[in-house]
């Protein structure tokens, strides 16, 4: 069992660049969502999905999207990245929103120069 | 306000000790879930464990235990004869049925077990 796979785990980026993380999770679970980790603090919501088709904003969704076109994946695309981007991003997956976030992927170390 | 309040920065402790990890949360709703995760040195996220607001049993995995109190607000974590692999960092959330676009970590608590 593969879990939640994340991709790629580590990118540097260099400003007003675009790039999209992957998120891919083999339990059939409905409810999906991305998170960052800024240093020495806990998760922040980017955005989540209640299924295929059905994305909403979570506490800190400015400069991302997303996007679920099937159940098994649930990419995260910055659209010009800053240098406040720079953060450790976790995305998960759970069997409903009331579980969330629940089952992680390793993470994507992501550094805006 | 902080809506989850993790008193303890950093605790250390010496292998096979009792340890218990502080949580203090803040909320109106009455439907509500808590949640412990650990990370350990490697930055992997894991679930411990979730409760809802409506049990306030207290739960015992193992060497991990419990104690939620909705007098006090609190949903303490307990480690009992600590190992060096519990070291990491515990991190206490919540999130709350009226409103699902937020969810609220703790800043967590490092806890170091020395051999």
């Given at each position: 069992n593969a879990g939640v796979t994340q991709t790629p785990k580590f990118q540097v980026l260099k400003t007003g660049q675009s790039m999209t993380l992957q998120c891919a999770q083999d339990m059939n679970h409905e409810y999906?969502?991305?998170?960052r980790q800024?240093?020495?603090?806990?998760?922040?919501?980017?955005?989540?999905?209640?299924?295929?088709?059905?994305?909403?904003?979570?506490?800190?969704?400015?400069?991302?999207?997303?996007?679920?076109?099937?159940?098994?994946?649930?990419?995260?695309?910055?659209?010009?990245?800053?240098?406040?981007?720079?953060?450790?991003?976790?995305?998960?997956?759970?069997?409903?929103?009331?579980?969330q976030p629940q089952h992680f992927g390793d993470g994507t170390r992501l550094s805006i120069l | 306000?902080?809506?989850?309040?993790?008193?303890?920065?950093?605790?250390?402790?010496?292998?096979?000790?009792?340890?218990?990890?502080?949580?203090?949360?803040?909320?109106?709703?009455?439907?509500?879930?808590?949640?412990?995760?650990?990370?350990?040195?490697s930055g992997e996220l894991v679930f411990l464990i979730r409760r809802n607001s409506f049990d306030e049993q207290n739960e015992i995995s193992g060497r991990y235990s419990w104690n939620f109190q909705k007098s006090t607000s609190s949903f303490n974590f307990t480690i009992t004869a600590?190992?060096?692999v519990d070291s990491a960092v515990y991190f206490c959330a919540l999130s709350e049925a009226n409103n699902f676009n937020k969810f609220y970590f703790g800043s967590g608590t490092k806890l170091n077990v020395k051999p």
């Open positions: 999906m969502s991305w998170y800024d240093p020495g603090m806990g998760l922040r919501l980017i955005h989540y999905s209640v299924g295929a088709g059905i994305t909403d904003q979570g506490e800190v969704p400015n400069g991302y999207n997303v996007s679920r076109s099937t159940t098994e994946d649930f990419p995260l695309r910055l659209l010009s990245a800053a240098p406040s981007q720079t953060s450790v991003y976790f995305c998960a997956s759970s069997r409903d929103r009331s579980w | 306000a902080q809506k989850v309040t993790q008193a303890q920065t950093e605790i250390s402790v010496v292998e096979k000790e009792d340890v218990t990890l502080d949580c203090v949360y803040e909320t109106r709703d009455t439907t509500y879930y808590l949640f412990w995760y650990k990370q350990p040195p600590s190992q060096v």
